[in-house]
């Protein structure tokens, strides 16, 4: 090969090398601003019953990482996190869905319990034949438990199923 070539084939090795670094560098400065406010950064969720979208779905805890930096915040119990009841049908289904892809989402249903105005389930049962709303009426509890690749999210939101002719 003659010098000429040689040097342009450097020059090409030299410059992905540099694009590789400036990758690295950029996620680095990304995941660190990231750390510093993860309320902003992390994924959110939707969460619709039938036809109603649930418009408030309070964050719980989260256990995430920033790739150098991993930032946690306490996981809360229903009692500690301000639930309001939104109206839905039975037997209606639950969809819940995240701004990013989750590699596991577990949904688990109690039954709502009311004390000084605040909605809460003291005991919660995994929902493994469907996410259905129950064909009872009543105030019922989900904790929704998101495993992401980077971490782990739980959220809480009630409903109030009614029948048809209930619901104002």
């Not at 040097?7 to 690295?24: H, L």
């Not at 406010?37 to 109603?52: A, D, R």
């Not at 309001?84 to 577990?106: C, G, R």
């Given at each position: 090969?003659?010098?000429?070539l040689?040097?342009?084939?450097?020059?090409?090795?030299?410059?992905?090398?540099?694009?590789?670094i400036?990758?690295?560098?950029?996620?680095?400065?990304?995941?660190?601003?990231?750390?510093?406010?993860?309320?902003?950064s992390?994924?959110?969720?939707?969460?619709?019953?039938?036809?109603?979208?649930?418009?408030?779905?309070?964050?719980?805890?989260?256990?995430?990482?920033?790739?150098?930096?991993?930032?946690?915040?306490?996981?809360?119990?229903?009692?500690?996190?301000?639930?309001?009841?939104?109206d839905?049908?039975?037997?209606?289904?639950?969809?819940?869905?995240?701004?990013?892809?989750a590699?596991?989402?577990?949904?688990?249903?109690?039954?709502?319990?009311?004390?000084?105005?605040?909605?809460f389930?003291?005991?919660?049962?995994?929902?493994?034949?469907?996410?259905?709303?129950?064909?009872?009426?009543?105030?019922?509890v989900?904790?929704?438990?998101?495993?992401?690749?980077?971490?782990?999210?739980?959220?809480?939101?009630?409903?109030?199923?009614?029948?048809?002719?209930?619901?104002?």
């Amino acid at each position: 090969m003659n010098r000429l070539l040689r040097r342009k084939i450097r020059r090409y090795i030299f410059a992905v090398i540099m694009f590789i670094i400036a990758g690295y560098i950029t996620v680095f400065i990304k995941d660190t601003i990231d750390a510093k406010n993860p309320e902003v950064s992390l994924p959110i969720i939707e969460v619709t019953s039938g036809y109603t979208a649930v418009p408030y779905v309070p964050r719980a805890g989260y256990d995430w990482n920033f790739g150098l930096k991993s930032v946690a915040a306490p996981f809360l119990s229903s009692i500690d996190v301000p639930l309001i009841a939104y109206d839905a049908l039975p037997n209606t289904p639950i969809l819940v869905s995240f701004t990013s892809p989750a590699e596991q989402i577990t949904i688990y249903q109690g039954v709502g319990n009311t004390y000084e105005g605040k909605v809460f389930a003291s005991e919660f049962e995994e929902m493994r034949y469907g996410t259905n709303t129950p064909a009872e009426e009543g105030v019922y509890v989900y904790k929704v438990d998101a495993k992401f690749s980077r971490g782990t999210i739980v959220h809480y939101f009630a409903l109030n199923v009614k029948a048809p002719h209930n619901i104002v």
